[in-house]
């Protein structure tokens, strides 16, 4: 049995066949509509979302199959003080996947390992979101037909913005990718993805604060959000908030064949009149959030029922003396977890923790 936690837990070649199933799904919806018929997908929203969860939803009816859940933590369990893994035991009796959104980095990754059923991240607090990334790449692959030989342009929040960071991850794998980090410094990239991919990997990128000057170059410009929710001080967000705001005059310095992505919600960093842009691929990129999901649903369900055994983490190798430090891990609330870390730069010396990947 499968979860998806990190993007990292699939390979190149399984994203791809996912996008493939995802297009499949696209063009003939009625093979489809009986793949899940009597199995049942949990959602699990401890934190707010309109789209991730409604294309959830969407994906697992239109399989054929039923949906149960919550949408507010306040009407959880966890309100009573249960933990993640309580939880994710529960929900494994009512359910035959469960998809998961936490506040709480790291939040899925213990969910995945108590689960007895596979486990999806819907996001975990400024770190990972997975599905928007198989949404993201399914969308770039449609808009411009092709992965690879690109430079892509993200724009934004990339310090609390989880899309961008399972993006850089999925992304650094195709051929010719460039990457164009475009942030204030306060939001620059965190280290867990400078040091952890494109500084080990030899990822060619660069850092710049100004969107204009980017523009010409981009084949892919991934506008963010800047995250208010995750900020420690509402004078920074206020400082920052309108940073970036794509409007057609930059759209004019950009390449004729490109495309414009955003996981939305958008706030105020695309302009309206950007929207009917032939560039401008945000809303096409929510139809291709359900495809994908549809797809990956498939293939999570197609593994347990073929494995149904929950594969175990050997813990063998992680550090039980360093302690996380980062205040939004899910184990600084819940008492019972060990702190564990795991090498992930051994020339550095560099130990993360195991579940938001923060240095200790
Ligand atoms: C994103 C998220 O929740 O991280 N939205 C989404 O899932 N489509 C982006 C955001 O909230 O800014």
Same mark, same amino acid.
């Given at each position: 049995m499968r979860s998806l936690i990190s993007i990292l837990d699939f390979s190149a070649e399984e994203i791809n066949e996912?996008?493939?199933? #995802?297009?499949?799904?696209? +063009?003939? $919806?009625?093979? !489809?509509?009986?793949?899940?018929?009597?199995?049942?997908? #949990?959602? /699990?929203f401890f934190e707010p979302s309109t789209r991730t969860r409604l294309s959830?939803? /969407? =994906?697992?009816?239109?399989?054929?199959? %039923?949906?149960?859940?919550?949408?507010?933590?306040? %009407?959880?369990?966890? /309100?009573?003080?249960?933990?993640?893994?309580?939880?994710?035991?529960?929900?494994?009796?009512?359910?035959d996947i469960l998809a998961i959104r936490h506040p709480r980095e790291g939040a899925p990754y213990v969910a995945a390992n108590n689960a007895t059923v596979p486990v999806i991240n819907a996001g975990d607090g400024g770190h990972n979101h997975p599905t928007q990334t198989l949404t993201d790449i399914l969308t770039i692959s449609r808009e411009m037909g092709r992965l690879e030989n690109l430079t892509i342009g993200l724009c934004? @929040?990339?310090?609390?913005?989880?899309?961008?960071? %399972?993006?850089?991850? =999925?992304?650094?794998?195709?051929e010719g990718v460039k990457f164009v980090l475009i942030s204030p410094p306060e939001l620059k990239i965190p280290g867990f993805i400078r040091f952890?991919?494109?500084?080990?990997?030899?990822?060619?990128?660069?850092?710049?604060?100004?969107?204009?000057?980017?523009?010409?170059?981009?084949d892919v410009l991934y506008m963010t959000r800047i995250q208010r929710e995750r900020f420690d001080c509402v004078e920074t967000y206020e400082r920052l908030k309108d940073t970036y705001i794509l409007?057609?005059?930059?759209?004019?310095?950009?390449?004729?064949q490109m495309c414009?992505?955003?996981?939305? $919600?958008?706030?105020?960093?695309?302009?309206? #009149?950007?929207?009917? @842009? $032939?560039? =401008?691929?945000?809303?096409?990129q929510v139809l291709n959030g359900k495809y994908v999901r549809m797809a990956l649903i498939l293939k999570l369900l197609g593994e347990a029922e073929r494995n149904p055994v929950r594969q175990t983490? +050997?813990?063998?190798?992680?550090?039980?003396?360093?302690?996380?430090?980062?205040?939004?891990?899910i184990c600084q609330?819940?008492?019972?977890? $060990?702190?564990?870390?795991?090498?992930?730069?051994?020339? #550095?010396?560099? !130990?993360?923790?195991? !579940?938001c990947e923060h240095k200790v």
């Open positions: 996912l996008v493939n199933t #995802a297009r499949d799904i696209a +063009d003939h $919806p009625e093979s !489809y509509r009986e793949k899940c018929c009597h199995k049942k997908l #949990a959602t /699990a959830f939803e /969407a =994906a697992m009816l239109e399989l054929g199959g %039923s949906v149960l859940g919550f949408s507010d933590a306040n %009407s959880s369990s966890a /309100a009573k003080g249960e933990s993640m893994a309580d939880t994710a035991k529960v929900l494994s009796c009512y359910a934004g @929040d990339l310090k609390h913005g989880r899309t961008v960071h %399972s993006l850089v991850e =999925a992304m650094a794998r195709y952890n991919v494109l500084e080990r990997d030899g990822i060619p990128y660069e850092e710049v604060s100004s969107l204009d000057e980017a523009m010409p170059k981009l409007n057609v005059e930059k759209m004019a310095h950009a390449k004729k414009v992505l955003h996981p939305l $919600p958008r706030v105020n960093e695309i302009s309206v #009149a950007v929207d009917s @842009d $032939p560039r =401008a691929a945000y809303f096409r983490i +050997d813990i063998s190798g992680y550090l039980r003396d360093r302690t996380c430090t980062n205040p939004k891990c609330v819940e008492q019972e977890l $060990p702190h564990l870390a795991k090498l992930t730069d051994p020339r #550095a010396n560099i !130990y993360r923790c195991i !579940y």
